[in-house]
Nanobody
Framework: QVQLVESGGGLVQAGGSLRLSCAAS????????VGWFRQAPGKEREFVAA????????YYADSVKGRFTIPRDNAKNTVYLQMNSLKPEDTAVYYC????????????????WGQGTQVTVSS
């Protein structure tokens, strides 16, 4: 069992930056790939970024590529989502999720989810 808690959301102006954190407790965090997803009002949950168990491989949605990064610190049981050059269309609730199978762009591959953190980007 893995418990995930996101933090770091908030209100930021377009062009600004935020860093989200996903802190894990429970079983060895390094055994899990981690993904970030987001859901805007009235829209489906969508993939944002993912990182492999070791941290060697990362994956990004086209909409965030070049602006977001997903570093992880297994010693701190934490994965981050560094978001730069934020746009109003990045406004959403952001969720982190953990998968024992490996990193994936599909939400179905993830077994454990956090409660989400709100990110609002004003124009």
């Amino acid at each position: 069992q893995v418990q995930l808690v996101e933090s770091g959301g908030g209100l930021v102006q377009a062009g600004g930056s935020l860093r989200l954190s996903c802190a894990a407790s429970g079983r060895a965090f390094s055994r899990y790939a981690v993904g970030w997803f987001r859901q805007a009002p009235g829209k489906e949950r969508e993939f944002v970024a993912a990182i492999s168990k070791s941290g060697v491989f990362t994956y990004y949605a086209d909409s965030v590529k070049g602006r977001f990064t997903i570093p992880r610190d297994n010693a701190k049981n934490t994965v981050y989502l560094q978001m730069n050059s934020l746009k109003p269309e990045d406004t959403a609730v952001y969720y982190c999720a953990a998968s024992g199978l490996g990193s994936s762009t599909s939400a179905d591959a993830y077994d454990y989810w956090g409660q989400g953190t709100q990110v609002t980007v004003s124009s």
